[in-house]
């Protein structure tokens, strides 16, 4: 096997014929300013071609299920073995994906719980036990005398299958009749019927073993019957009792088990199987929710949001105001009524009394009375349903999109209220261990659930049953422990994950996987992930090298580059400034280049410095009062305005629940009457002091080549307009539409402004060629004859933005926008770059730098998550640099952080935690970062203290 991994002749984005020559079966980290060329080479040119190699040594028929794959533009690759990628990108946008289900814990779970649960009664909680063949018989013959029935074996239950062979076999064995997927079959006469089962659909069928009118002297047939029926349907057996004669009574079927049965009735459930625990089957899931544990509804939180006002005082928030006087009198009139205070604190009013105003249960109309506008008195009759029915129906049955809209304000998804979230049916969650449910275990934190399994007190047959699969659980609980995620639940959505963590699951799958000789490609590990619970990452990092695999890590963390066995150093700028190999080599030979900016940073040459002064916060603030979203204790939140403020904590801790969830919806609610409900919390205080809000997240600016920085930031409107407004446009009649490549008018129509055609090659992956008509530049030969400052439309859009920032220096709505991209680091970058060809740090900074160009009123609010995502040590000096000028001019930013570079220079920290998941939601400290470094039980203070010494 090749000891070396060559690459020669790289040419893919912006990189420059690199020759690289990296060590196999060790840690590699690719490094350099955002947008050098890293994930060029590490993922677009090193994993993309070893995936391609893999796919194609696959046959034909299996490659067609796969796609094709591009070549990368590179000479020669060496040395490769099978690629394994981890991105950033979330696990899973489906909400019926789970962190236990991501991980495969769950169907562990499942299994576990159907070989030694023991079942009870959903009902009752009556411990369930196995009847016999005889205690099945004693309960039929309980039915009326002359009572007609069938004894039914069902042989086949919701599974896939043609079943053709079973059918026959079961008419050679002398039975006559089925019922397959509900109908009646004579298995005698199987050639003259057309039935062709579908393969691939789910098909139930059973076997009719007799025909029987209850009466005396049947008991030895019913016996003989029965047992035959146990016997084919593996020890579950049905009857299907048939209404009287005249009646337009549906039949019905009761289920008899030899597995499972209430001892007080002997009522029969199904046998447990891993099925019945998976909420993607119709088996587990609950009927209410289909297996998603939510439902869109009326919230009672959001209609009483404040639980400490009085009716009088409008706690019924849908009804309050003076826009609502008939639901106020109708509200009133029930309180007068029902002898209901109207100056008692909604949280103090008796539970009937919240709950008749709430769900409404009045029969008979109350009586309204009131004085209209002329003082006279008026009487009338009405009916009052509650305030929820009330908005629930009119949800329902409104034809008014923005009616709807409205009332969506006083809804959310939330827990299924008939399994609580549970996502599971009844029977389900009654099956237990050592008294614990599985989505008792589901809903601890991973950490707590391992300790919880393995505490578990167990029968010695159990132990047997159970030892190999609580080994698999606990194996792959253990690496998810490893990688930091500790506080996380089984139950979590995947959909709501954030791009670390999603990640970090998959690296703690591959470890499980214990693959040896493979090539792992990771972007970043440490996004999102605290500085407590990076020194966990980083041995996990170890561990799958120490297998025997080859680890190439994209990573801009110092502690990551300080351990690594090699260190690609790549640059020296970014873009068109980068795409050369500034170093190959150790971490030592790294600090001693004099070229590499990532050099002189972490020999301590560079550093981004803390503030000589913290500013002081402006005359009002806002306050959160009351959060509880999510793991959030019912806490209360100051925060300054008119200063940098930074949010910190462990992953987990609640910062997004604050901000994101709570803060944001509501300031967007009350500024811009967003409709979007915020998270649980009494009341915020405050937002008056800002009149505007911006928030940016980690979304990307746009996937198709069409989006680029000039449409995202709406330059290319300027300039379009610009071209429009030349003396040959006005002659010739074009409009601003005519330089515009997504319409007809002004682009290449032989490629519809794409500028290159795509070539199918069938079984080689498709090839795109610059088109021959317009030579890759988008638009027709007409459209190019006009010129702005001697440039056409296509030159303006391959320009970089620093060049463009000065061909346009006397336009200053254009200059205004260019001026900030290139102010966040971006002039490398070309003003038409399709989207997909950026990196995330710089599709990240494009949206910042749409955001900053905007007008500042000087009462605005910034709300950056993450920022420093795929930045630099530079990067993030000149991000810093950007957000000080805004707080400068009197704004307000806000920023949830981990990078202590950004977390030093803050003027006010909000520190949460003190751990993840529930061992979090509290505020640990408050104050100067120098403040915060002096309170020990804050994690991040411990590591802000050795910065600020």
């Known amino acids: ?83 394994i990628s981890i991105d950033q990108k ?96 004579e298995l005698g006469q199987l050639d003259d019927f057309e039935m062709d089962l579908a393969r691939y659909e789910t098909h139930d069928i059973s076997v009719v073993v007799d025909r029987l009118v209850l009466r005396d002297g049947i008991d030895r047939r019913l016996t003989e019957s029965m047992e035959t029926a146990l016997g084919l349907a593996e020890g579950v057996a049905e009857i299907q009792i048939m209404p009287p004669k005249g009646s337009d009574d549906d039949v019905e079927t009761v289920i008899f088990s030899q597995h499972l049965s209430r001892p007080s009735d002997g009522k029969s459930f199904e046998e447990l199987a891993p099925r019945n625990f998976s909420f993607n089957s119709p088996y587990g899931a609950c009927t209410h929710c289909d297996g998603l544990g939510t439902v869109f509804e009326v919230d009672p939180q959001l209609v009483i949001p404040d639980p400490e006002a009085t009716i009088g005082e409008g706690a019924i928030a849908p009804w309050a105001g003076g826009r609502s006087r008939y639901f106020s009198r109708l509200v009133e009139a029930v309180c007068v009524e029902k002898d209901i205070p109207l100056d008692v604190p909604w949280e103090k009013l008796p539970k009937a009394a919240q709950k008749l105003l709430l769900r409404g249960g009045l029969k008979q109309r109350v009586t309204v009375r009131y004085k209209n506008r002329f003082g006279r008195s008026r009487t009338y009759q009405a009916k009052f349903e509650g305030a929820i029915p ?5 949800h329902q049955d409104s034809e008014s999109d923005a009616q709807r809209e409205q009332i969506e304000g006083w809804m959310r998804t939330v827990h299924c209220p008939h399994c609580d979230g549970a996502r599971l049916n009844p029977l389900s969650l009654a099956v237990t261990i050592d008294d614990l449910t599985i989505h008792d275990v589901c809903s601890m934190s991973i950490g707590e659930a391992a300790k919880a399994l393995n505490a578990l007190e167990l029968s010695e047959r159990d132990q047997i049953i159970a030892e190999q699969v609580v080994k698999e659980i606990n194996a792959r609980m253990g690496f998810l422990l490893d990688v930091g995620l500790d506080y996380l639940s089984l139950s979590r959505s995947a959909a709501t994950l954030a791009g670390g963590e999603a990640q970090r699951i998959r690296l703690a799958s591959q470890i499980g996987s214990g693959l040896v000789g493979v090539l792992y490609v990771l972007d970043e590990p ?107 204790q019912n806490i209360d939140v100051t925060i300054p305005t008119g200063v940098f403020v930074g949010v910190t904590g462990v992953s987990g801790s609640g910062k997004s629940s604050l901000i994101n969830q709570i803060l944001l919806p509501t300031m967007m609610q009350r500024i811009y009457s967003s409709k979007k409900p915020p998270g649980l919390h009494k009341k915020i205080e405050g937002i008056d002091n800002i009149d505007k809000v911006i928030a940016i997240d980690q979304s990307p600016i746009g996937r198709t080549p069409r989006s ?170 000149r991000l810093l640099t950007v957000l000080s000028r805004l707080v400068d001019q009197g704004n307000t930013v806000l920023v949830i952080e981990h990078n202590l570079d950004v977390v030093k220079t803050a003027d006010w920290l909000i520190d949460l935690g003190p751990e993840g998941g529930t061992g979090g939601g509290k505020v640990i400290a408050e104050g100067t970062p120098e403040q915060v470094a002096a309170i020990p039980e804050s994690h991040t203070g411990r590591f802000l203290s050795r910065l600020l010494a």
């Open 1 to 83: 096997m090749a000891e070396r991994l060559v690459v020669q002749g790289a040419r893919e984005h912006n990189l420059r014929n690199v020759d690289i020559d990296l060590p196999r079966d060790k840690l590699v980290v690719f490094t350099g300013l955002s947008g050098s060329g890293k994930s060029s080479l590490a993922f677009d040119t090193i994993y993309a071609e070893g995936q391609r190699r893999y796919v194609e040594s696959l046959s034909a028929y299996a490659r067609q299920f796969l796609g094709q794959m591009d070549k990368p533009d590179v000479d020669f690759i060496e040395g490769l073995s099978p690629a």
């Open 90 to 185: 979330s696990a899973s946008r489906n909400p019926r994906s789970t962190v236990g289900t991501v991980t495969e814990v769950y169907d562990y779970l499942r299994l576990l719980y159907a070989r030694i649960g023991v079942a009870h009664d959903p009902e009752t909680g009556e411990r369930l036990e196995r009847q016999t063949p005889q205690q099945i018989v004693d309960r039929v013959l309980q039915l009326e005398e002359g009572t007609r029935f069938q004894v039914l074996a069902p042989v086949v239950r919701g599974r896939k299958g043609t079943y053709d062979t079973m059918l026959a076999d079961l008419a050679g064995q002398g039975f006559a009749r089925a019922i397959v997927d509900g109908q009646l079959i």
């Open 390 to 394: 009330y908005l629930q129906r009119r």
């Open 526 to 632: 440490s996004i999102g992930l605290h500085q407590r619970d990076n020194q966990r990452l980083i041995e996990t990092l170890l561990r799958l090298r120490d297998l025997g695999n080859t680890v190439l890590v994209v990573e801009h963390d110092e502690e990551t580059i300080a351990i690594a066995d090699h260190v690609v150093d790549i640059g020296p700028g970014a873009g068109e400034h980068g795409g050369e190999i500034v170093h190959s080599g150790t971490v030592k030979g790294l600090l001693r280049n004099k070229k590499s900016v990532t050099g002189q940073y972490l020999a301590g040459k560079k550093s981004i410095p803390v503030p000589e002064v913290r500013r002081t916060p402006a005359e009002g603030e806002i306050v959160v009062r009351g959060a509880r979203e999510n793991n959030l």
């Open 708 to 877: 680029n920085p000039a449409t995202y930031t709406g330059v290319f409107d300027h300039v379009r307009k610009l071209f429009a407004q030349t003396t040959e446009a006005k002659v010739r009649g074009y409009l601003p539409g005519r330089f515009s490549f997504n319409v007809k008018g002004g682009r290449c129509e032989a490629c519809s402004g794409d500028g290159t055609i795509k070539i199918e090659m069938h079984f080689l992956p498709d090839v795109y060629v610059p088109c021959e008509i317009c030579k890759g530049k988008r638009y027709n030969r007409d459209t190019l004859e006009i010129l702005f400052k001697g440039r056409n439309i296509s030159e303006v859009l391959a320009m970089p933005i620093e060049e463009a920032l000065e061909f346009f220096s006397n336009q200053p709505p254009i200059a205004r926008h260019l001026q900030t991209l290139v102010d966040v680091g971006l002039g490398y970058v070309r003003l038409g770059q399709p989207a997909p060809t950026l990196s995330g740090g710089e599709a990240q900074r494009v949206k910042l730098a749409s955001e900053l160009a905007k007008r500042s009123t000087g009462h605005t609010m910034y709300i950056l998550d993450e920022p420093t995502t795929g930045l630099h040590f530079e990067d993030i000096r």
